[in-house]
Nanobody, 118 residues
Framework: QVELVESGGGLVQTGSSLTLSCVDSGRTYSNFAMAWFRQSPGKERESVAT????????TYADSVRGRFTIARDNAKGTMYLHMSDLKPEDTAMYYC???????????WGQGTQVTVSS
């Protein structure tokens, strides 16, 4: 049973924008913090942005702050990552995740690939 489904990735040029979506089809996780992570080959998975349950609080990695915006619409069961001024170093598989546990994210999507060409 697939619980989180990401979409919106693609191949874009440097400086472009993309918006990723993460759909919680069952609207199961509206009471939990969520996040976007990314991982590129040979690198550790890193947290890109986090958002609290009601969308009023967010955090960003230094590498994306000012370029990426995380948002959620609990009525639609969807979380977003608006990405602008994309750089080749943003190339990675992007995953959304839910933090039901106080210490870690325990529900993950299958990922969507973002590739930024120079």
């Amino acid at each position: 049973q697939v619980e989180l489904v990401e979409s919106g990735g693609g191949l874009v040029q440097t400086g472009s924008s993309l918006t990723l979506s993460c759909v919680d089809s069952g609207r199961t996780y509206s009471n939990f913090a969520m996040a976007w992570f990314r991982q590129s080959p040979g690198k550790e998975r890193e947290s890109v942005a986090t958002i609290n349950y009601n969308g009023l609080s967010a955090t960003y990695a230094d590498s994306v702050r000012g370029r990426f915006t995380i948002a959620r619409d609990n009525a639609k069961g969807t979380m977003y990552l608006h990405m602008s001024d994309l750089k080749p170093e943003d190339t990675a598989m992007y995953y959304c995740a839910v933090k039901r546990h106080s210490l870690y994210y325990d529900i993950w999507g299958q990922g969507t690939q973002v590739t930024v060409s120079s």
